[in-house]
């Protein structure tokens, strides 16, 4: 029978067994297996088939109104059998039960149709499409300004009309999951010392270091804010800025649009690899 509970710490090894054979043993999931068993809100989720763990998933609170579901995994020996379902369909229904306005959405392969199907039968909606963008980072001139804390509601009202703000609902990319790019986050991030002005308040940027999947000399760009007129000039300036701060590469998860990366390619910057990705969403309240 087909069970349901929060994961534990004695979950560890049935989870690394299951994540072993996930893209070549190269899965993250181990990797932040004790931060989410950490984590005070949300739930780290083990499903249980006749007493043994045989997949998990995460629901992830991200911002005030914004959750997250991540991670579903399921053991090679059982898939087949409903059980990427019944965790979606559990965590749908724990989100839903907190009551809380707000949305929960999620991140998924264009070509993985059943995931695509089990979100189209759940409710949730496509709302944009992303891919990648990459390039080397290049020593030289660069026009970026770190903002200051009196900068903070100029940034925001600059972010609020870039064309990428509706391009992405108002979400903002923190590592293969979108959450509301609000006044707080904004503030965290300048205290952080990751956001900048580009010029005399020509842009905005947000960045931070590479994710598990990219590594540390890796500039992550979390939302540029900048017309499109001025976006290659930008990203070509973007480089330099990583060179400034020791990094290696620039990524950026970008919108699905053919002419974002045409506008892109004359800055240097390329598609790694063909994947586009589904941003689902459902809401209540």
Known sequence: ???????????????????????????????????????????????????????????????????????????????????????????LDLWRRRGRPGALRLLTLTDNQAIVKLCERTGFASIFQVTFAVAEAQAGAQRFTPLTSEDGDRAFEYILRAPLYADTRGLCDISWRFRSLTRGFLAERIGAGAAYRWGGWEGVLLVADGAWEAGPATLVVQFPAVGAERRPAFFADLRGLAAALGKSKVSWMLPHRPELLAELAPAGYSQPWPEVFHCFEIRQG
């Open 1 to 91: 029978m087909l069970s349901f509970r929060p994961a534990a710490l004695a979950d560890r090894p049935a989870v690394v067994e299951i994540c072993s054979r996930i893209w070549d043993g190269d899965d993250y999931v181990p990797a932040v297996f004790d931060d989410w068993l950490a984590q005070p809100e949300g739930q780290f989720t083990a499903a249980e088939l006749d007493g043994k763990v045989v997949g998990v998933a995460k629901l992830t609170r991200l911002g005030r109104q914004d959750y997250w579901l991540e991670g579903i995994r399921v053991h090679a020996d059982f898939r087949g059998r409903g059980l990427a379902a019944g965790l979606h369909d559990y965590h």
